[in-house]
């Protein structure tokens, strides 16, 4: 009987429990006005659009490897762009 090496155990159980322990700490997030000041649903869905039009150049233009941080900083330039256009993130809670 073939035996896993006790580090290969380790190292997946740790893995899994970062894993876990990452989706436990996302907090669903929501956009809300830096000012306060309520927005009409038409104008956040076009902004986003525009945003997202954005974050598609940068993709497209991007010359990091694909992946995590790739993702991430298109991620970044959608973030920016709402930001631009009076927007932040707030938890939805």
């Known amino acids: 009987m073939l035996r896993k ?7 997946t ?4 429990a ?6 436990a700490q996302q907090r669903a997030l929501t956009w ?5 000041k ?10 986003r659009t525009i945003c997202r039009g954005e974050m598609q150049k940068a993709n497209l233009a ?17 973030v920016g762009c709402m930001a631009q256009r ?3 993130q707030v938890p939805a809670d």
Do not use: H, K, W
């Open 5 to 11: 090496p006790a580090s290969r155990s380790i190292s």
């Open 18 to 23: 970062l894993t876990i322990s990452g989706c």
């Open 62 to 78: 991007s010359n990091a490897e694909a992946g995590f941080a790739r993702g991430r900083a298109v991620r970044e330039v959608f």
């Open 38 to 47: 309520p927005f009409a649903a038409e104008q956040i869905d076009l902004d």
């Open 13 to 16: 159980a740790i893995l899994l």
């Open 86 to 88: 009076g927007y932040m």
């Open 32 to 36: 809300s006005r830096a000012d306060g």
